[in-house]
Structure formats: C-alpha cells, structure tokens
T-cell receptor, first 109, second 116 residues
Framework: RKEVEQDPGPFNVPEGATVAFNCTYS??????FFWYRQDCRKEPKLLMS???SGNEDGRFTAQLNRASQYISLLIRDSKLSDSATYLC??????????FGDGTTLTVKP | NAGVMQNPRHLVRRRGQEARLRCSPM?????VYWYRQLPEEGLKFMVY????????ESGMPKERFSAEFPKEGPSILRIQQVVRGDSAAYFC??????????????FGSGTRLTVV
C-alpha cells in the first residue's frame, strides 16, 4: 500500500464547476499536510497547508480528517488556470515529505 | 531574494558517463531534499540532507547514486555510470530548520537529465 494515495483522475470539468479531490495516508504519526500544484512538469508549488480545523484560501478549501486519515481539497468556481496536477503531501516530524502521485485537473471552456 | 537554485536546467549524458546536479537552497534554509520524477510518474523521495549530514537516504538507489551537502557550497547529487533509466527530472527542495514540518518546501526548477 502506498503511503499517500490519490485518485489520479483525470478530472475534466467546465469552467465554474466545483471539484473535490481526496487523498488518504497510511502513517498515523503524520503531522503536517499540504496540497501542492504542479504545472506541465514544472516544479511543484505549495498551494496551501491543511489544518484539522479546515482552512480556506479564496476559492480553495482544504480539510483534514485525522481519524479517517484523509485530506481533501475543494475548488469552487473553477478557472481555466486551475488546470494542473494537484499533489497531496504528508510530513512526519522526521522532516521528509511523502508525495502522492497527483490528481490531474483539466478545466474546459 | 533568490529561491532554490538548481543547475544545470538540462543535462545530456551518454550511457556510462557521470552526471552532477547542483542545488543551492533558499537563504536561511538549512535542509535540502532531492526528489526524482520519471516521465508520467509522481515525485519520489531520494534523500534528505542538512549541512555535512545525510539525514535520510532511504529513497536512494543502492548503487551509482550519492548526495552531499558540504559546509560550503551547494548540495550535489551525483549519478555515476548513467543508464537510460536515469532519464528523469530531478527536483531539489529546501526548508527552514524543522524540515518540511510545518512549513512545507520550496522547490527549485529542476534538472532534466537525458541519457542517450
């Protein structure tokens, strides 16, 4: 079983749609959680951290469920520029981060 | 306010040659991580270093690959006797003390290695 699992997609949605990605992790000792975005094989960029209380940044909402060991990302009012691969990332206090294989989103006009 | 600097951006090597990839972390960051991304695959952890110390090399292939982060200068990922299967994008990331917890990483633009 992979340490971090994501639905690879692809998710193809029209502009303005709401789309949700889920991610599960296996290490119950994990302490930090993130969503990164990767465009066209460029470097991953930190999108947002994920907190137990849930957090929102504009059209993006991230949630963490420690009991079920899953993380979610919700994108509202999708834009063409949201097309990318979204990476779920889990970190233990040992420092190393483990990346999921990513979920590909394509937003179409 | 330079970010994580990797060079070269593109590297072409013939089978059997050596490849040296360099990474300078962001100012103030003392932790460096190397990840490899094969074509059409996700990012795979290779090694985690602090200055003059390898903290975790659980993702490094047992042979031909080595990494260092000397007291002075950039971190180096070295691949000896490259084979076609080494062709990939190699990303370096850095973080402040505390590792990726709780701040996450900043990545460099990567080195695309092509073995011909």
């Amino acid at each position: 079983r992979k340490e971090v699992e994501q639905d690879p997609g692809p998710f193809n949605v029209p502009e303005g749609a709401t789309v949700a990605f889920n991610c599960t992790y296996s290490n119950s000792a994990s302490q930090s959680f993130f969503w990164y975005r990767q465009d066209c094989r460029k470097e991953p960029k930190l999108l947002m951290s994920v907190y137990s209380s849930g957090n929102e940044d504009g059209r993006f909402t991230a949630q963490l469920n420690r009991a079920s060991q899953y993380i979610s990302l919700l994108i509202r009012d999708s834009k063409l520029s949201d097309s990318a691969t979204y990476l779920c990332v889990v970190n233990t206090n040992a420092g190393k981060s483990t990346f999921g294989d990513g979920t590909t989103l394509t937003v179409k006009p | 306010n330079a970010g994580v600097m990797q060079n070269p951006r593109h590297l072409v090597r013939r089978r059997g040659q050596e490849a040296r990839l360099r990474c300078s972390p962001m100012k103030g960051h003392s932790h460096v991580y190397w990840y490899r991304q094969l074509p059409e695959e996700g990012l795979k952890f290779m090694v985690y270093l602090q200055k003059e110390n390898i903290i975790d090399e659980s993702g490094m292939p047992k042979e031909r690959f080595s990494a260092e982060f000397p007291k002075e200068g950039p971190s180096i990922l070295r691949i000896q006797q490259v084979v076609r299967g080494d062709s990939a994008a190699y990303f370096c990331a850095s973080s402040p003390p505390g590792g990726g917890h709780p701040y996450g990483y900043t990545f460099g633009s990567g080195t695309r290695l092509t073995v011909v």
